[in-house]
């Protein structure tokens, strides 16, 4: 008797994800999605060779994708990030500037739908693409700073401007909803965020 039911599970493991493609109706060839990620890896660059000590307000990346249904499983598309922070710069204790920071991500995807059903969605994605940084420099707490320590000698020197490889990896992502309509939640690592919530949005296609 045993040995039948492991021989049932296993049969329904097997034919459990040829029943849920059966079934799905997500059959949009569109699909366009935005979505708000918390600890995004961009936030978490090495800082060790700047002299001065900082603290850092994080507001988490938000990102907008489009991806084109090759297949009910298999989708590609681009993938939009913008991760702003801002972060305040000591030296010896006094205050010396606010640096605005922010990243702008720009990735190819590849969204794979593993399990469909009419109402819920599991799915991995793999992104990769290029980040660009720029920056804004506030030195108004200088003022501050050098009013009660007038013999205070500071220098400034700004991380340079650049690009750099961007990436995201999503082992496992849930959508819920219908056709059109749904909210979606995902873990991984990578420029979305470690979690992320958002919403997605199919476009209805010509045959329909």
């Known amino acids: 008797m045993k040995n039948k039911l492991i021989l049932l599970g296993l049969v329904m493991a097997l034919t459990l994800p040829v029943f849920?493609?059966?079934?799905?109706?997500?059959?949009?060839k569109?699909?366009?999605?935005?979505?708000?990620?918390?600890?995004?890896?961009?936030s978490f660059r090495p800082w060790g060779w700047l002299h001065f000590g900082y603290d850092?307000?994080?507001?988490?990346?938000?990102?907008?994708?489009?991806t084109r249904r090759l297949t009910k499983v298999v989708g590609v598309g681009a993938t939009y990030c913008f991760d702003p922070r801002q972060l305040t710069y000591y030296d010896n204790g006094f205050p010396i500037c606010r640096l605005g920071e922010s990243s702008h991500s720009l990735m190819g995807h590849l969204k794979t739908n593993w399990f469909n059903t009419k109402h819920v969605v599991l799915y991995s994605k793999l992104a990769i693409g290029v980040s660009f940084w720029d920056y804004r420099l506030d030195t108004d707490l200088l003022e501050g700073t050098i009013s009660q320590n007038p013999y205070y000698e500071y220098e400034i020197i700004l991380?340079?401007?650049?690009?750099?490889?961007?990436?995201?990896?999503?082992p496992i992502g849930i959508e819920v909803g219908n056709k059109r309509w749904a909210g979606f939640a995902q873990y991984g690592i990578g420029m979305e965020g470690c979690f992320s919530i958002g919403v997605r949005?199919?476009?209805k296609d010509k045959e329909q």
Do not use: W
Not at 20 to 28: C, L
Not at 159 to 170: M, V, W
């Open 20 to 28: 849920a493609q059966r079934d799905t109706v997500r059959s949009n």
């Open 30 to 42: 569109n699909e366009f999605s935005i979505g708000y990620g918390f600890f995004p890896a961009s």
């Open 56 to 66: 850092m307000d994080r507001l988490g990346a938000f990102y907008a994708t489009y």
């Open 159 to 170: 991380p340079d401007s650049h690009c750099c490889f961007a990436y995201q990896f999503t």
């Open 201 to 203: 949005y199919g476009l």
